[in-house]
Structures are given as C-alpha cells and as structure tokens.
C-alpha cells in the first residue's frame, strides 16, 4: 500500500493528578502539665464551698464578714437583752441576809427591749457598741468555732477561751461582746449594792461565753444570739445597809442579747 507524506503520530501523555498532594503537618501537643494546670484552676474556680466544707479560718471568716454586714447594710431587727443574776455568795454568814437585797439592786434596769427600723444605724445598738464592726474576731482570739444546718440556712458558733479581767480596748472579748469590766463594777455595780472595796481586790471573771448567728446560704443574718457569763469577785468589801458587814462577794451575772426578725 502506498506511504502517505504525512503519517499520523498519536503521542500518549503521562497521567496528572488532579488530587494535590497530601502534606502531613506535625502537630506538637502542648505539655502535659499544661492542660493540667489549666484544669485546676477551673475546678477550682467553678467549686464553692459550703460553710459545712469550709475550714476554721475560712468560716469565722465568712461569719464576720456576714455579720458584719448587718451594720453595714442597716436591716431592721428587734433587740432583746436579759441580764440575770444566777447566784450570790457571800463568805459572812451574817451577811447572808443581804442576799435578797443584793439581788434585787443589781437586777435594776437590766432588761432592756429595742427596735430598729430598716434603714437606721444600729452602730449604738448591736454589740460591740460604737464599732463600725459587729464582730472583729481572728482565729488566735477564738476557743471553738462550729457549723450546723438549720432547715436551708447554716448555724455558726463561736466560742470564747475564758477571761479574767478582760479590757474594752484590746483581747477577743473587745472584738465582739459588751461586758462588765473592773471599771464598771467600781463605776456601777459595787455602788449599786451599796459596797465599798478596793480596786485591787476586784475579779471579773468569764467562762462559757458564746456568739451564735443564723445565716441564710446568701449571707443574710437571720438570727443573732450572744451570752456573756461572768462572776464578779469583791474581796473583803464593805457592804452597808443599816449596818456594816465585811465580806467577800461572789455574784454571777448571765446576760443574753437576741436579734431577731431582720427585715432586709
């Protein structure tokens, strides 16, 4: 068969891939301790501790600062102060007969009742009176602290060591009671029962005295309680009435203040 001049070529391309390549990228993980640090401080940060989880320190502080805030925030609430003498002893049996009237002159203008309007200041009212704070307490100052429940609100009580002579200006007691002091058994009550002794032979002494605060879960005080014991010691005191009598005076004094019915 004859040549043609021009013959036909068929040339054959090699395949292209229309898929790009695959490039594996090298990912380098962040450390370890990294992720971890990051989930502590979310689980720390997410977690709230109830006053039944929280430790000594963190509950009396969760204590002042609440009850604190009741002079601060100025609710209404209703005082009620009982003062009652528990018992009298008096080393003369001669004296014994002053018992009755001992007890009835101390007992004078002890009970008292208050109201006060929301809004109003109760930095007079709530003890410690004439402090901006309602207790002022460090952990040093405390005996005991503890947390209860009470329906849906926790029961908080601070207790403190016993005292002999404690001062208004410095010590625990300072920090959240109105007490009776040397000062005022010389001032009031030792001319109250018509006696006469010297300040050196004055003992006021404390035991088993408590504040006790019930606090919603938002921190609102809804009940408020304190009881101050104490026996104020007169040795070798002078006692007048229509004779003089020497004895030594031992007179126990409980005295409990309530708040109640806060109105916020």
């Known amino acids: 068969p004859e040549t043609t001049k021009a013959q036909e070529v068929i040339v054959t391309l090699p395949s292209v891939e229309t898929t790009a390549p695959v490039i594996n990228e090298v990912t380098t993980a962040p450390p370890e301790t990294t992720t971890v640090a990051i989930e502590e401080a979310t689980t720390q940060q997410d977690v709230i501790k109830t006053p039944l989880e929280m430790s000594d320190e963190e509950l009396l502080e969760w204590f002042n600062v609440n009850l604190n805030n009741v002079k601060e925030g100025m609710p209404g609430f209703e005082k009620s102060k009982l003062t009652t003498v528990s018992d009298i002893v008096l080393s003369n049996q001669a004296a014994n007969t002053l018992v009755g009237f001992v007890k009835g002159a101390l007992l004078s203008e002890e009970v008292q009742t208050t109201t006060v309007k929301k809004g109003d200041s109760c930095v007079e009212i709530m003890s410690p009176d004439g402090e901006r704070y309602a207790s002022n307490l460090s952990a040093s100052d405390i005996k005991d602290i503890d947390a209860s429940v009470s329906g849906t609100s926790y029961v908080v009580t601070v207790t403190l060591p016993d005292a002999v002579n404690p001062s208004r200006d ?14 005022d ?13 010297d300040r050196k032979n004055i003992e006021v002494s404390y035991s088993g ?13 809804e009940k408020y309680e304190t009881y101050v014991t104490c026996v104020i010691s007169l040795i070798d005191a002078s006692i007048k009435k229509v004779v003089t009598i020497n004895t030594d005076v031992d007179i126990t004094l409980v005295s409990t ?3 109640t019915n806060f109105t916020y």
């Open 209 to 221: 005295c408590y504040a006790r605060a019930t606090i919603s879960p938002d921190g609102k005080v």
């Open 185 to 197: 058994v010389v001032s009031t009550y030792a001319p109250k029962v018509g006696a006469t002794v």
């Open 170 to 183: 410095t010590g625990a007691y300072a920090k959240i009671f109105n007490f009776i002091t040397v000062d």
């Open 257 to 259: 203040t309530d708040y």
